[in-house]
């Protein structure tokens, strides 16, 4: 575990956008498809983060099917509404979450229209009340789609972390959403391989039971890192299920792998360019 607070700037977003004042960087958590483990992977990053010391956020953006509630263990939190009209943030873990799950009915929230969608994200992202956070987390929707791409073209992203399972039909997936990051000028930090090795709680005999070696591809064709390996782990699944993310388990196996993840978030972030625009001082009218 870490002992000394890392130390977090801001990074540069893409041209056009402003970074949002009091948060220092988003890093969006995506996938190419749903079910690999993406929620799992975010929440445990940023309890892992906020081990650190440091100030963090996590904006769930799955509309069709928020699970941060759950993997927080408090599904009936409700925001209150500030008076200056801003939500109030669930603080748990020690760090700050708002989802689409505290304001909306699961179902209702299927039939809307992506114009509507779009809006209502906006809204939770520059309506709450984070306060100072060095990183927030974007839990994104699975796929490519126009809500990710909007999310992307409008939200100020610092750049990404891509989750992924080790079969090949899975990185076909993950080509599309690096793509997707690319073509929005949004740098990824690495990609995460969820689910990789599990081992017979029996006899111990260790299986690839999503195939194995794929994820090196990754590097020889996008060039990029691969964060860290998960085993698929009945814990982690246990954990979700009871609200209490595996990474709060500092000396725990599996809670130092993201411990590890987050140092390695932390590492690659760094390497960013740094967001000069706040010293450039705003010209006014006379
Ligand atoms: N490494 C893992 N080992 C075991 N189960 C996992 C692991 N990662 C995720 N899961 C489980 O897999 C299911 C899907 O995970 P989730 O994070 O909701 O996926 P996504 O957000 O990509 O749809 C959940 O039941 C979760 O507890
Ligand atoms: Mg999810």
Same mark, same amino acid.
């Given at each position: 575990?870490?002992?000394?607070?890392?130390?977090?700037?801001?990074?540069?977003v893409?041209?056009g956008?402003n970074?949002?004042d009091?948060?220092?960087?988003i890093?969006a958590?995506?996938?190419?498809?749903?079910?690999?483990g993406?929620?799992?992977t975010a929440?445990?990053?940023?309890v892992?983060?906020?081990?650190?010391?440091l100030?963090i956020?996590?904006l769930?953006?799955?509309?069709?099917?928020?699970s941060?509630?759950?993997?927080?263990?408090?599904e009936?939190?409700?925001?209150?509404?500030?008076?200056?009209?801003?939500?109030?943030?669930?603080?748990?873990h020690?760090?700050?979450v708002m989802?689409?799950?505290f304001?909306?009915d699961?179902?209702?929230?299927?039939?809307?229209r992506?114009?509507?969608?779009?809006?209502?994200l906006e809204? /939770?992202?520059?309506? +709450?009340e984070w306060g100072e956070?060095?990183?927030?987390? $974007?839990d994104?929707p699975?796929?490519? #789609?126009? !809500?990710?791409?909007?999310?992307?073209?409008?939200?100020?992203i610092?750049?990404?972390?891509?989750v992924?399972t080790?079969?090949?039909?899975a990185?076909?997936?993950v080509?599309?959403?690096i793509?997707?990051f690319e073509?929005l000028?949004?740098?990824?930090?690495?990609v995460?391989e969820?689910?990789?090795?599990?081992t017979?709680s029996?006899?111990?005999?260790?299986?690839?039971?999503?195939?194995?070696g794929?994820?090196?591809k990754?590097k020889?064709?996008y060039?990029?890192?691969?964060?860290?390996?998960?085993?698929?782990d /009945?814990?982690?699944c +246990?954990?979700s299920?009871?609200?209490?993310?595996?990474? $709060?388990?500092t000396?725990?196996?599996? #809670?130092? !792998?993201y411990?590890e993840l987050?140092?390695?978030?932390?590492?690659?972030?760094a390497?960013l360019p740094?967001?000069?625009?706040?010293?450039?001082p705003?010209?006014q009218?006379?």
């Amino acid at each position: 575990m870490n002992t000394i607070k890392p130390k977090i700037i801001a990074h540069r977003v893409k041209q056009g956008l402003n970074r949002i004042d009091n948060i220092k960087n988003i890093i969006a958590v995506s996938s190419g498809k749903g079910g690999v483990g993406k929620s799992t992977t975010a929440i445990n990053l940023a309890v892992a983060l906020a081990k650190t010391g440091l100030n963090i956020g996590v904006l769930d953006t799955d509309i069709y099917g928020p699970s941060i509630p759950k993997l927080v263990g408090q599904e009936s939190y409700k925001p209150e509404v500030s008076p200056n009209n801003k939500f109030t943030p669930l603080d748990v873990h020690d760090i700050k979450v708002m989802s689409f799950g505290f304001l909306v009915d699961r179902n209702q929230a299927t039939i809307w229209r992506g114009s509507i969608v779009n809006k209502a994200l906006e809204q /939770m992202l520059f309506d +709450t009340e984070w306060g100072e956070l060095d990183i927030l987390i $974007l839990d994104l929707p699975p796929g490519t #789609g126009d !809500i990710q791409l909007t999310m992307g073209q409008k939200f100020p992203i610092t750049a990404s972390v891509v989750v992924t399972t080790p079969q090949d039909i899975a990185l076909i997936d993950v080509g599309k959403s690096i793509a997707m990051f690319e073509k929005l000028s949004i740098p990824c930090l690495g990609v995460v391989e969820n689910m990789a090795v599990h081992t017979c709680s029996n006899c111990g005999h260790q299986e690839h039971i999503f195939g194995n070696g794929a994820i090196d591809k990754i590097k020889e064709i996008y060039n990029l890192d691969k964060l860290v390996s998960l085993p698929l782990d /009945m814990n982690i699944c +246990t954990n979700s299920e009871n609200g209490t993310p595996t990474a $709060l388990k500092t000396e725990n196996a599996l #809670g130092i !792998i993201y411990n590890e993840l987050a140092n390695k978030v932390i590492e690659n972030l760094a390497k960013l360019p740094k967001d000069y625009s706040t010293l450039i001082p705003k010209v006014q009218a006379v």
